[in-house]
């Protein structure tokens, strides 16, 4: 590979593979996402996930892009690396260990962090639709939001899918199918892992949508036409039945069930995790309101949430690969010849980089800093990307 020697694989979903990788030139590491499939340039440029990363101007709680590449057909999103994992993570080694939650004091700096990143997306008129712990990535005290395969924007007429977030942090208008859901979304997927990160158990963890209604029902009550008359009309509409296990809360109001459900937390975090979670996506907290609030201030020290200790260790003279990075507590993998991808042959524009280079394959392809894509052959052609 000319310019990134490849590593293994460090991250895998239903998009693709992501890898662990070193730009040559300047020895930075980055996250290289390759996406499943074949696509012409001109499929491209609409995903939604360059789209919206191409909106956003850069944000420390956002996890940055810095080029795009089309390699016979795969599509490749160079990322910034972020090496202490995902919150998924850190909660499955706590829970391992035995470690118990974080203290409450490092749960209001992650959900803080969260909301900062969903500020600046909302502000930008995009939504995620895919808040979750493993897409909340430690870079040390440092929490970025990743994954913006599912992002659009609020403005956007076409017709808004219910099949979008994990189950278990997806918001109750989307369960219901509502037509016409927004940001509140991703406000009500960060209590969800508020909650989590408070008692490492999952809020809401239900084994299918009606499944998913009964818990969030259980706890936070019924739509009624008085308290959300849109969930109401929906709910009827779905002709959903709600058993008794919904019901059997019903003598206590939901702050009080989240007391229990919460029992060794402030009452700040309980009046917080209300806040985010109720039904009505119009009683919800925005991201901006979220921040004011005064469980998320004054954070009085900066968090420990993982030891950030690197090493190098000796490279061994019978491998030729690169030397090896380890992480702790989040073992990455080393990086060796074997298994490596299919490598980078060409060369692309850095997204926000104004430097232009001759092309080296008569079929290159990159995005520049004024958001133009151009597709090098024999005659040139630019497309504009929109800027809203």
């Keep these: 590979m000319d310019r990134y020697t490849v590593g293994e694989k460090i991250g895998e979903g239903s998009f693709g593979q992501v890898y662990f990788a070193v730009k040559h030139s300047t020895n930075e590491k980055r ?27 850069h944000h420390a709680n956002i996890v940055q892009l810095h080029e795009v590449h089309l390699v016979r057909g795969v599509v490749h999103f160079v990322f910034e690396y972020v090496p202490n994992g995902s919150l998924h993570d850190l909660m499955m080694l706590r829970a391992k260990a035995e470690q118990g939650p974080l203290e409450e004091i490092d749960v209001r700096a992650i959900v803080q962090q969260v909301l900062q990143g969903l500020e600046h997306l909302h502000r930008h008129g995009l939504m995620h639709r895919d808040i979750k712990p493993e897409n909340l990535l430690l870079a040390g005290t440092v929490v970025k939001v990743a994954d913006f395969s599912m992002a659009r924007g609020v403005e956007n007429m076409s017709p808004l899918t219910s099949y979008v977030s994990t189950r278990w942090y997806r918001a109750p208008e989307v369960l219901l199918a509502s037509p016409d859901y927004d940001q509140a979304v991703d406000i009500f997927a960060t209590g969800c892992i508020l909650a989590e ?119 061994s003279k019978a491998s030729s690969g690169p030397t090896a990075v380890t992480i702790t507590p989040f ?6 010849d074997v298994d490596t991808p299919e490598r980078l042959t060409h060369t692309a524009l850095p997204v926000g980089s104004a430097k232009r280079r001759k092309p080296t394959d008569a079929s290159e392809m990159y995005i520049s800093s004024a958001f133009e894509v151009q597709w090098r052959k024999s005659t040139h052609t630019i497309a504009r990307l929109p800027e809203t």
């Design 31 to 57: 996250a290289i996402k390759r996406l499943k499939g074949a696509f012409a340039w001109e499929k491209v440029v609409p995903m939604r996930e360059l789209q919206s990363l191409m909106q956003l101007t």
């Design 331 to 336: 073992q990455r993998p080393s990086m060796t």
């Design 197 to 315: 990160l408070l008692s490492l158990e999952p809020l809401f963890p239900g084994r299918s949508e009606i499944d998913q209604l009964q818990l969030i029902f259980a706890l936070m009550g019924q739509p009624t036409s008085r308290t959300w008359k849109e969930g109401f009309r929906l709910l009827q509409r779905l002709g959903v039945i709600v058993d008794g296990a919904s019901t059997a809360k019903a003598s206590i109001s939901p702050r009080q069930g989240l007391v229990q459900h919460l029992p060794s937390v402030s009452a700040a975090a309980v009046d917080f995790t209300f806040a985010v979670i109720t039904l009505n996506p119009r009683d919800r907290l925005t991201a901006s309101e979220a921040l004011r609030h005064p469980f998320l201030k004054p954070l009085l020290r900066q968090p420990i949430l993982v030891n950030t200790t690197t090493s190098t260790p000796a490279r």
